[in-house]
């Protein structure tokens, strides 16, 4: 059965599951949500979403929704189809749940006040806080000179192979680098550089930047 994805291919979180069911080898289909038109706010898609933000995926019975909730389940149910994202022990898996974490609560933050303040807002036609902005930045900062001493000692976040921990981050360091104008954050880490190179060069990213 066809895994139906509701929502724009370039919105940050769906491509967060794309990538994910890229790698997992999983066949999809796009059911296209317009933003703009605000058709995430329409009576028909709070039946499936009821916060109207995207993605949520219909595979079957199963209508789920959260981008992280949707990678887990997908990482878990198909763990031995495609690229294993999960490790191979229970120690691993937690080790990938604890990065997954830190991603959701420790990176998020920080970087999406960055995207949001200077990507969305002049879109919007808001001003630009630059308070935030500077406050963000410092932020992120000291997040990733965590991730710096981290990724010296492993090539990946969880550890030696690749997991969900860093394909979550996929979707805003990508904001990060290509849109913002702050891509020196990275690239002025040498470890963080190196793990960022490796996993946006991943062909399953790159089949996602492509839709
Ligand atoms: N925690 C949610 C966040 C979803 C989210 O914020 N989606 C954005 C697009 S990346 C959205 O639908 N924004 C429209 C809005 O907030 O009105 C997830 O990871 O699925």
């Given at each position: 059965m066809v895994v139906k994805v509701h929502g724009?291919?370039?919105?940050?979180?769906t491509?967060?599951v794309?990538?994910?069911l890229?790698?997992?080898?999983i066949e999809f289909e796009i059911v296209p949500v317009?933003?703009?038109?605000?058709?995430?706010?329409?009576?028909?898609?709070?039946?499936l979403?009821?916060?109207?933000?995207v993605p949520v995926i219909q595979d079957g019975d199963l209508t789920l929704y959260?981008?992280?909730?949707i990678?887990?389940?997908?990482?878990?149910?198909?763990?031995?189809?495609?690229?294993?994202?999960?490790?191979?022990?229970?120690?691993?898996?937690?080790?990938?749940?604890?990065?997954?974490?830190?991603?959701?609560?420790?990176?998020?933050?920080?970087?999406?006040?960055?995207?949001?303040?200077?990507?969305?807002?002049?879109?919007?036609?808001?001003?630009?806080?630059?308070?935030?902005?500077?406050?963000?930045?410092?932020?992120?900062?000291?997040?990733?000179?965590?991730?710096?001493?981290?990724?010296?000692?492993?090539?990946?976040?969880?550890?030696?192979?690749?997991?969900?921990?860093?394909?979550?981050?996929?979707?805003?360091?990508?904001?990060?680098?290509?849109?913002?104008?702050?891509?020196?954050?990275?690239?002025?880490?040498?470890?963080?550089?190196?793990?960022?190179?490796?996993?946006?060069?991943?062909?399953?990213?790159?089949?996602?930047?492509?839709?």
């Open positions: 724009p291919a370039y919105a940050s979180a491509r967060r794309l990538a994910c890229f790698d997992k080898e317009d933003l703009l038109k605000g058709e995430h706010k329409n009576p028909d898609f709070l039946k979403q009821p916060f109207g933000v959260e981008s992280r909730a990678i887990r389940y997908y990482a878990e149910k198909y763990k031995s189809q495609g690229v294993d994202l999960l490790g191979t022990s229970v120690e691993d898996r937690a080790v990938v749940e604890q990065w997954l974490e830190v991603e959701g609560q420790n990176f998020h933050p920080p970087i999406y006040t960055l995207v949001l303040q200077i990507l969305y807002y002049p879109k919007l036609g808001l001003p630009i806080d630059e308070k935030a902005v500077k406050e963000g930045e410092e932020n992120l900062g000291k997040v990733l000179d965590i991730y710096e001493e981290r990724l010296s000692k492993s090539k990946y976040l969880a550890g030696d192979f690749y997991s969900l921990a860093d394909l979550s981050h996929l979707p805003f360091t990508h904001y990060l680098v290509t849109d913002i104008g702050k891509g020196y954050m990275i690239k002025d880490r040498k470890h963080v550089n190196a793990w960022w190179e490796d996993i946006s060069n991943r062909p399953s990213w790159k089949k996602v930047l492509d839709l």
